[in-house]
Structures are given as structure tokens and as C-alpha cells.
């Protein structure tokens, strides 16, 4: 059974940094393309960084470019989302997906 479990979303305020995680298991994480979407209130789920199968290859959004990194370990079926500078526009429900496959979503709200 495929689950993706993600972590490390709270409340930040602006300037402030957050390290997401996501712990996947139930199928070959190696194999995989990840990404990171996120959605806010009242807004479409949009994607946030992708990070290849081996992690040599990475993209972010123009809007997190330069604030945000995708990193992942393969020896540990994890993949991060490191977020520097943020901002109240950060504010979302961050997912991990693989595939077809959605975790159940972490909290991040900035705020003063």
C-alpha cells in the first residue's frame, strides 16, 4: 500500500524558514519523480518544486525560485522541501506526490 506521510508544516512568520518532509512508502521511491504542490484557500492546488528520480534534476516555481529547494535521499524514501524567506503568500496546505499518489497535506501559515 502506497503512503506518503508529510511533516514539518506549522506556523512561521515572515522571514522565517520551515524544512517539510515526506516519508514515503509501499512502492520503489528510487524510481519515482517527486514533487511538492500546495494549495491555499479558495485557490487551485499548483505545483511547487519536482525533483527527478535520482535528484540530479530539479525545478521550483517562479514564485518560490531562489527561497524554496527540493532535496530527497533515496536510501531513505524521503524527500525535503526547504523553505527560506517566506512569505504570508506561502500560506497553504503543502502535499508530497508521487504518480498518482497524494500525502494527506501539511499546514504552513505565515504570519506576524
Known amino acids: 500500500q502506497v503512503q506518503l506521510v508529510e511533516s514539518g508544516g506549522g506556523l512561521v512568520q515572515p522571514g522565517g524558514s520551515l524544512r517539510l518532509s515526506c516519508a514515503a512508502s509501499?512502492?520503489?521511491?528510487?524510481?519515482?519523480?517527486m514533487r511538492w504542490y500546495r494549495q491555499a484557500p479558495g485557490k487551485e492546488r499548483e505545483l511547487v518544486a519536482r525533483i527527478s528520480s535520482g535528484g540530479s534534476t530539479t525545478n521550483h516555481a517562479d514564485s518560490v525560485k531562489g527561497r524554496f529547494t527540493i532535496s530527497r535521499d533515496n536510501a531513505k524514501n524521503m524527500v525535503y522541501l526547504q523553505m527560506n524567506s517566506l512569505k504570508p503568500e506561502d500560506t497553504a496546505v503543502y502535499y508530497c506526490n508521487a504518480h498518482i499518489y497524494w500525502g494527506q497535506g501539511t499546514q504552513v501559515t505565515v504570519s506576524s
Open positions: 509501499g512502492f520503489t521511491f528510487s524510481s519515482y519523480a
